[in-house]
């Protein structure tokens, strides 16, 4: 197995001890503070028309979007990983520029997001790369300076998107949503529990064919609850992903939404869908249909 294959394998099994990588065990709650305070092949060239009907078909059957996430800060990196595959996202993973470019140029991806500060290979270098070999896959560069000079020169090596360090990670899932809908002429596919739809496109929320009007937070919070129906989700979970993650977990600031959310979209209804599970947090719990 080749150095690359080594780095996604070793991802793949959750940053365990091996190639110089750290494990997983006690580092969650560094790495989201880390999150909130840093936030040999021959190349393939991906023209616009073959990149956006390759989307366009995996919008339409529902196949994982693949991500090439290139990081060299390896807590960062796991936790934006976690997160993007708790969305349904396929991720591969560099630690630094060159691998990150050979990841690039031979494999088809739906999206890269490239730090800049990268060893061996800068994302700006990186970024220039890849669209000189006629690649117009989507690229979201991560950046801890937040400067014009700095956003010139990542548009100047074709970058679609930046996102400032720290991030909350509901921020970088609205970037990357943004980003993957301009490629497909189809919309996202909508969001379904029983006789309730959320349109991702669109941010429009129905039941039982009538419009319900939400705040963007309660929207937030009611779209990470249907990509996760019948699942249990906590306090800390549900802040992570629809707050930015400084907010102190004991809070109560889910229960207050979870209870505004209830009375759109339960309260006038007869089947209530949001579920408390005592002890655990919160589960959006679709029927199961009536034989």
Not at 89 to 104: C, H, I
Not at 256 to 282: Q, W
Request: aromatic letters at 6%; one cysteine or more; glycine letters at 8%.
């Amino acid at each position: 197995m080749d150095r690359s294959g080594k780095r996604i394998a070793a991802v793949e099994n959750g940053f365990q001890e091996s190639d110089g990588i750290p494990t997983d065990s006690g580092c969650s709650d560094q790495i989201a503070e880390r999150c909130h305070n840093s936030v040999g092949q021959g190349s393939r060239s991906v023209d616009a028309g073959s990149w956006s009907l390759r989307l366009t078909q995996k919008i339409g059957t529902g196949e994982s979007m693949r991500i090439l996430l290139v990081e060299d800060d390896l807590d960062l990196a796991q936790f934006i990983r976690k997160g993007l595959k708790e969305e349904q996202y396929a991720v591969d993973f560099a630690a630094d520029g060159e691998e990150g470019l050979e990841l690039a140029l031979g494999n088809p991806y739906d999206l890269l997001i490239l730090d800049i500060m990268l060893p061996k290979l800068d994302g700006f270098t990186l970024c220039r790369r890849v669209r000189a070999k006629g690649n117009v896959t989507p690229v979201l560069l991560l950046t801890a300076h937040n400067t014009v000079e700095a956003k010139v020169s990542g548009f100047d090596t074709g970058a679609d998107q930046f996102l400032t360090k720290p991030f909350a990670f509901a921020e970088l899932l609205a970037r990357i949503r943004a980003l993957l809908r301009r490629g497909g002429s189809q919309q996202l596919v909508h969001l379904k529990a029983a006789d309730l739809e959320l349109d991702p496109a669109s941010h429009r929320v129905w039941r039982a064919g009538q419009e319900i009007a939400l705040t963007n937070k309660e929207y937030a919070l009611l779209e990470f609850l249907l990509r996760n129906k019948n699942r249990v989700l906590t306090r800390t979970a549900i802040i992570e992903h629809v707050w930015d993650i400084s907010y102190d977990p004991m809070t109560n600031i889910v229960d207050a939404h979870i209870r505004a959310l209830r009375a759109k979209i339960d309260r006038d209804f007869p089947s209530p869908l949001i579920a408390t599970v005592r002890g655990a947090g919160y589960m959006l719990e679709e029927p199961e249909p009536v034989a």
